[in-house]
């Protein structure tokens, strides 16, 4: 079943940027419902710890153990990537107490904004006494929210990103392609898995683009026509969706 053609703008459209218009927004998703999903957010590492001394005469050796962590290990830049389930380092459904740290220290800079919306949010986005968190890191955006969208214990997870053509922050899928790259190259990496609807979507007025049929597939708006090779990816976002 393949992917629908009207992409839905999550909250970010009002709270990330302010005063800027749906098309240009790349924190877009493009379905109205989504299956929950319970990611694991531990990560667990096998790690070595001596024995205890002991008088007996029989020799001693290392004891291995799991040891089960909140965080992630401090991963190189090179690993953060743009994913249809989080950036690589980090998933949809990380705590923001685990998301925010661990960015840092890939991106090596602090987030550059940061806004908190709590109350009956619009846009389907959430609902009754729903906190929505948006943090920027300078051409990357991402949505957080106690919503039960990955997770429904409570806790404020991460449920979508965006990255725009301006901004420091140079991200990428793994098969390259990033806010620039053209139509052309995103039928060469994608082939079947690429839908590119060949009219304007009636809510936003813009080109969008999709990979993969789920839900949480990515999606883009382009700059201009698909049916011009060039024409660019202007937004790249995934996670989950809200209405236009």
């Known amino acids: 079943m393949g992917r629908k053609s009207k992409p839905l703008t999550v909250i970010a459209v009002t709270i990330l940027w302010i005063g800027a218009a749906c098309a240009d927004d790349p924190l877009q998703q493009q379905e109205s419902a989504a299956t929950k999903v319970t990611p694991t957010v531990a990560v667990t590492e096998e790690t070595e710890q001596p ?5 007996s005469t029989a020799a001693t050796s290392p004891a291995t153990t799991s040891t089960t962590t909140s965080t992630a290990a401090s991963p190189p830049v090179g690993e953060l990537v743009l994913l249809s389930d989080g950036l690589g380092v980090v998933s949809f459904g990380d705590p923001i107490d685990t998301v925010l740290p661990v960015l840092e220290q890939a991106l090596g800079r602090s987030p550059t904004g940061d806004t908190t919306d709590t109350g009956d949010l619009p846009f389907g986005y959430g609902g009754r006494n729903t906190t929505v968190r948006v943090v920027r890191f300078d051409g990357l955006g991402l949505v957080f ?70 839900a949480f597939g990515l999606m883009g708006t382009l700059d201009g026509p698909p049916s011009d090779p060039q024409s660019s990816a202007i937004g790249i976002s995934a996670g989950a969706p809200s209405t236009c």
């Open 51 to 55: 024995a205890a001394p002991t008088t």
């Open 145 to 214: 929210t106690d919503w039960p969208y990955f997770r429904d214990d409570g806790v404020v997870h991460l449920v979508a990103w965006g990255v725009g053509s301006t901004g420091a922050v140079d991200l990428a899928t793994p098969e390259g392609i990033k806010p620039g790259s053209t139509v052309e190259d995103l039928r060469a990496a994608y082939g079947d898995r690429l839908l590119i609807p060949p009219e304007r979507d009636e809510c936003t007025g813009s080109w969008h683009f999709f990979v993969d049929t789920s």
